[in-house]
């Protein structure tokens, strides 16, 4: 069989283009940077929002490779290269990392317990000290980059494999793999959620926390999945492959995550209210205070309820133009949700000018330049479809279940 | 290209959904003899004696405890929950498989769900029965009970809506009147073929009454289905709901060891874990008496198998996360909790509950484990055990050394706690033995679908419609004809 699936030329064109804006962010960050009067404090913390954000999609998209070689379904298929692209750039993200840990001093307020003044958080920082300490801290990323690296490049080598030998054994030897390496990636991603953001506010704890970011990386890797689908489906090869009923069944899994990802967060929400404990409020009430107040009514609404009853129409789900705007809406509001959960940090209840958080955006754009050149190398560099696949002739055949 | 790759056979390795050979008329009689058959078998009857003299005991205590009150039970402060909350959260947990597969799997359209699905509902329904005992006798005065729903009265009085315990109220009723809903209308179309077979009178005229009238029309069928899809969209978010209420119990408080964020996700993964622990624990032995090893097949127990352990991982997740967190916390109270759990005076409770629910499980990960019927069989019993120790960790442990070691005292359980869990068990197989004797375990005409002559000839069809075929264009009946 031919592998007639090759990227369309004018990707090559998408690439420059996202390139070109990465540069104009890039540009715009280091204005932004140079000009707030605190530079090296700015920098880093506004690198800390971008990279979470970015590394979300690498690893949402090593889950849902993961997850959709578990599930064995028709629409992993045909996503399979573009989730292989996605956690590819989880390399780029190892080497990004490198400037978090030179700035730790200014992004995490237990690198410096000895200069706090308050005896009793000082003391709380001792006690955590053998957790949260620069050393260990490197180096439980070091593992974790390990474990996702070696995930990442196991499932590929084989679906790589199935592409010159179409061997049906090297499917299940990724569906063997893909088992632990799900309960492992979990576990790694958690404890990453707790070193990289929940230490932000080293006092406070949450249970729940790892399992939320994990939901929101779903959420976001799904919206990003959707949106390169789309594109791809303008142009041939793909837009002979992808039919209705892909988007219907990607159009499924996105509410699906949204409700989990807005079930976690209302649980965390509710149980610490409730419990009203001085060494878990302080989280919210920071959070409730002035413009976080407003912006996190707009999650709600625009993260939660408007995706949701959107997402209800099934004609919506099957239609890729209208999809796409509800898959962008997503993308934005899980930015705007990382900002809600990291920025207060950085601010200890003095609200800074609104004009201070466009260097969020300008960073995240920055580096969204880098890391869309590198998936969409990775995207061009292989045939669009895993097309020796033995699923494949059940994923492309035409006309509509359900 | 595409049309070519679409040629491709594609091979499917997995077990069949149902033994070979079968037609519609095999396939009725297998599971309509069960019900209709005269007289009983004597292991059914021998089965029905043991489990009828467990609710008979069941029985008895309620009444004792009706007479003398609550204090019969070993819970005293500061224990004031404990088996009565155990118990009822381990029933209500059983309960969600049934909800699970007739719902989730329903709208998941797996096909493999249409053999299990009406087991697994009756599991739930009487599942619910037993745990809604629990907190009603509770209350210690069980005959003014309706106070706990809101409405309008003499005394002025209302439930606290702030409580999660009034959630509960409502949670758990709403589950028992939808899966009660769910379960009956997916009999009707069943009831109506036992009707149309029943060999007497009495058989005629009960199954008949309850068919309600059914006589599979088409738009009996239009109705049914849509109703049957809109029903299961309702149940889904009670899958998730009734047991993220279940943790409300316990999480909203500040108790540490209860006050933690996962505890929704985590009790209704570990619910679904001891569902489907219980389904195996039931289907295993019953295909095997009734030998209908070709309805519930080899898929459906690998399946199982398959949701048991990835929900039991994250159960274990939710382990993990209460050890870190407790720790990181730095709060004295919740590492004292911890510490207490692991190597306090019930401790061996912990790690008794670590090698039923984490530890045995693991076992599910190889291939050959999960296809030996004795293992699985094994593997659910200590799953089953080990979710009712979790509760038991959680509500007794927490309960009986809180903040204040001058409060500290131990539980100890008494005759009647024992007698009372014991007999809930054998109320719930009672029913599960009378459930299996006069109603069609498996459902028939949905187990139909399954069969290759009810698929849809497509070919066939686009033949007729286009007018190609060799009877030329002829008009297909329109609904309504």
């Given at each position: 069989m031919d592998n007639n699936y090759a990227a369309p030329a004018d990707l090559g064109r998408i690439q420059g283009v996202a390139l070109g804006v990465g540069l104009l962010g890039l540009i715009a960050w280091v204005i932004g940077v140079v000009v707030s009067g605190n530079a090296r404090n700015v920098f880093f913390q506004t690198y800390l929002v971008a990279y979470v954000f970015w590394i979300g999609i690498a690893l949402g998209c090593l889950g849902w490779l993961m997850v959709q070689y578990l599930g064995g379904a028709g629409w992993g298929v045909v996503i399979r290269r573009i989730l292989e692209s996605g956690s590819h750039t989880l390399i780029l993200m190892a080497v990004l990392f490198v400037p978090i840990v030179v700035g730790l001093g200014n992004i995490y307020e237990w690198t410096h317990k000895d200069s706090i003044t308050d005896e009793r958080v000082r003391e709380l920082l001792e006690h955590k000290s053998a957790w949260l300490n620069p050393a260990f801290f490197s180096g439980r990323a070091v593992i974790y980059f390990a474990i996702w690296l070696g995930l990442m490049l196991i499932l590929r080598r084989r679906s790589h494999k199935l592409d010159e030998t179409g061997d049906p054994n090297l499917i299940q030897s990724a569906q063997d793999w893909s088992g632990p390496g799900f309960l492992i990636y979990g576990l790694t991603c958690t404890f990453a959620a707790v070193d990289w953001v929940m230490s932000l506010d080293a006092e406070w704890f949450s249970t729940i926390f790892g399992l939320l970011m994990i939901a929101g990386q779903g959420v976001l890797s799904m919206a990003f999945i959707i949106s390169i689908t789309v594109i791809l489906s303008r142009r041939e090869p793909m837009s002979h492959v992808?039919?209705?009923?892909?988007?219907?069944d990607l159009g499924k899994l996105l509410p699906a995550l949204v409700m989990v990802w807005a079930y976690f967060s209302f649980s965390q929400l509710l149980i610490i209210w409730?419990?009203?404990?001085?060494?878990?409020?302080?989280?919210?009430?920071?959070?409730?205070?002035?413009?976080?107040?407003?912006?996190?009514?707009?999650?709600?609404?625009l993260h939660f309820a408007l995706p949701f009853l959107l997402l209800l129409s099934r004609d919506l789900k099957r239609n890729a133009r209208r999809l796409v705007l509800v898959a962008w809406l997503v993308i934005i509001m899980r930015f705007v949700d990382l900002i809600w959960i990291i920025v207060p940090e950085f601010e200890h209840g003095h609200q800074k000018h609104l004009s201070e958080y466009l260097i969020y955006i300008a960073a995240t754009i920055g580096m969204g330049g880098i890391w869309l050149g590198w998936f969409f190398w990775q995207l061009r560099s292989k045939s669009l479809l895993p097309y020796r696949d033995p699923q494949m002739a059940e994923a492309l055949a035409a006309g509509g279940h359900h | 290209m595409a049309a070519e790759i679409q040629k491709q056979e594609h091979v499917d390795t997995r077990p069949p959904v149902m033994g070979p050979g079968h037609n519609f008329d095999s396939l009725t009689q297998k599971i309509i003899d069960i019900v209709l058959m005269r007289g009983f078998k004597k292991g059914w009857i021998f089965g029905f004696a043991i489990v009828f003299l467990g609710a008979l005991m069941l029985f008895n205590t309620i009444a004792y405890l009706v007479l003398k009150g609550v204090g019969i039970w070993g819970n005293n402060i500061p224990v004031g929950w404990a088996f009565d909350i155990i118990n009822f959260v381990w029933w209500i947990g059983i309960g969600h498989a049934g909800t699970l597969i007739s719902a989730i799997l329903l709208l998941l359209r797996q096909s493999w769900r249409n053999s299990i699905n009406r087991f697994a509902e009756a599991m739930t329904l009487f599942a619910v029965a037993c745990?809604?005992?629990?907190?009603?006798?509770?209350?210690g005065r069980p005959w003014v009970d309706y106070w706990l729903f809101p409405y309008p009265n003499t005394m002025g009085m209302w439930p606290n809506f702030r409580s999660p315990l009034m959630w509960d109220v409502f949670a758990v009723s709403t589950y028992a009147t939808v899966s009660l809903l769910f379960w009956f209308m997916g009999l009707i179309p069943d009831f109506a073929t036992l009707r149309d077979k029943a060999k007497n009178k009495v058989q005629r005229t009960i199954y008949g009454m309850l068919a309600m009238g059914w006589r599979g029309d088409a738009r009996h069928w239009h109705r049914y289905e849509s109703a049957y899809l809109l029903l299961a969209g309702l149940s889904t978010p009670l899958v998730l709901s009734v047991h993220t209420i279940v943790s409300f119990d316990f999480a909203v408080g500040i108790m540490p060891g209860w006050h933690a964020t996962i505890f929704p996700p985590y009790f209704v993964a570990g619910a679904i874990y001891a569902g489907f622990a219980m389904v195996l624990t039931l289907a295993i032995p019953v295909r095997k008496f009734y030998n209908i090893e070709d309805f519930i097949t080899m898929r459906h127990i690998r399946n199982m198998c398959?949701?048991?352990?990835?929900?039991?991982?994250?159960v274990g997740y939710g382990y993990v996360m209460e050890l870190f967190m407790a720790w990181y916390s730095g709060n004295t109270y919740e590492m004292f909790m911890m510490k207490n759990r692991i190597f306090g005076p019930y401790g061996f409770m912990y790690w008794l509950l670590i090698l039923c629910n984490v530890a045995v499980p693991q076992l599910?990960?190889?291939?050959?484990f999960r296809d030996n019927l004795l293992?699985?069989?094994?593997?659910s019993m200590f799953i089953n055990v080990g979710m009712w120790l979790e509760r038991f960790v959680i509500i007794v442990m927490s309960l009986?050394?809180?903040?204040?070691?001058a409060s500290w005292r131990m539980y100890y359980p008494t005759i009647f706690d024992f007698t009372m869990f014991f007999g809930t068990i054998g109320f719930f197989l009672t029913c599960m033995f009378l459930f299996i004797r006069f109603v069609p375990m498996i459902p028939i005409f949905e187990m139909k679908t399954l069969l290759p002559e009810s698929k849809v000839d497509e070919k066939k069809v686009e033949e007729l419609v286009s007018g190609k075929g060799p009877l030329g264009a002829t008009p297909l009946p329109q609904f309504g004809d």
């Open positions: 992808y039919q209705p009923k892909h988007f219907h409730s419990g009203n404990l001085p060494e878990e409020i302080p989280w919210f009430i920071e959070r409730f205070k002035g413009v976080w107040r407003y912006l996190g009514l707009a999650i709600i609404l | 745990a809604g005992l629990f907190p009603a006798l509770h209350t398959k949701v048991m352990l990835a929900t039991g991982l994250i599910l990960w190889v291939k050959k293992v699985v069989f094994i593997v009986n050394r809180d903040f204040s070691p």
